[in-house]
Every structure is written in structure tokens, then in C-alpha cells.
């Protein structure tokens, strides 16, 4: 897995490329919840769950239909924090999606169960460059805990930057 900071740069990332009047700050919080809530799996390891179960760590809360119901019910709140629904839907499963797809690009564990509750079976992207953090946060300080800093810096953090930028010159240059 990635680290959960690492988890929060999609969503702050889609904050600055949208920009207040798309992304109101309601709606920032709900994204930034939706992209760290599927690690709550990681709960069940401590209360006897397998991680190879459906609901084992890295299993139906990392799933793309997860993402999708975590999406639909932050659209119902959409109202309440100023955003319009369908930019809260977008937003939200774009957050929420985006765990699985940072944590199928780590060098370790048994995959993400992208398909479930359809299909159990776990997969990685084919381009697994992110060093996979260790469970233990104190670890983090360690040389292997700066390894893995930097390699979210370099392949999660970096790009995500580019694409704030991006959106920010882009409502700019519309504006």
C-alpha cells in the first residue's frame, strides 16, 4: 500500500485544478475522506480478517464498485457542501478510484480486487514502481521509510502536481 498521505494528492491535486467554484471546500473534504476510507480494510487484519478475503485488506474496499458507491452517496450530500452533483460524483470517484489504482502500482502485497464483489482475483498495473509503505507508521522514518517517500514523491506527488498546474493554466487561460 501507499502511504495515506500519498492517497490525499489526487483529490488535492483535483482541488487546485478545478478551482473554488467547481471544488468548494465541502466537497474537498468529502474527496479527501473517499481517497483514504478504502484503507479501513486494513482494520480487519487487526480483528482476524485474512488479507486474501474479499474483505481483507486491499479486497472489496479497493474495488472500483466500491469507488463508485462511495461517489453516488457523497452526490446526495453534493447540496449541503455547495457542489453540484455531477461535478460530486466526478470528483468523488475519481478520489476514491484512485487508491486502488496508487496502491496496484506499490511492489508489494497480493493485488487489488479491482472487479469485486464480481471477482475475487487480485492484479497490480504492469508498471508496480512505487516502494509499498509498511503497515507500521514509525517505519516511515526508517531508510526503507525514505524510499518509499520518495518514490510516492516521484510517481504520485509529481505528477499530480503537473496536473494541478495544468488545470489551474487551463482555467486561466478560460477565464
Known sequence: MATPLSHLAVPLALTLALGPDSMPPGL???AL???VLPDVDALGLWLGIP???PFGHRGFTHSLFFSVLLAAAGMLL???VGAAPATAFGVLLVSAASHGLIDALTNGGL??????PFSSRRSF???RVIEVSPLRP???FSRHGLRVLRSEL???????GVLALLGIALRELAG
Open 78 to 80: 453534493a447540496p449541503a
Open 125 to 127: 498495473l504492469p508498471w
Open 51 to 53: 488479507y486474501a478475503h
Open 154 to 160: 516521484r510517481w504520485v506527488w509529481a505528477p499530480c
Open 138 to 140: 514509525a517505519a516511515l
Open 111 to 116: 493485488g487489488i480486487a479491482f472487479f469485486s
Open 28 to 30: 474537498m473534504v468529502l
Open 33 to 35: 475522506l473517499c481517497a
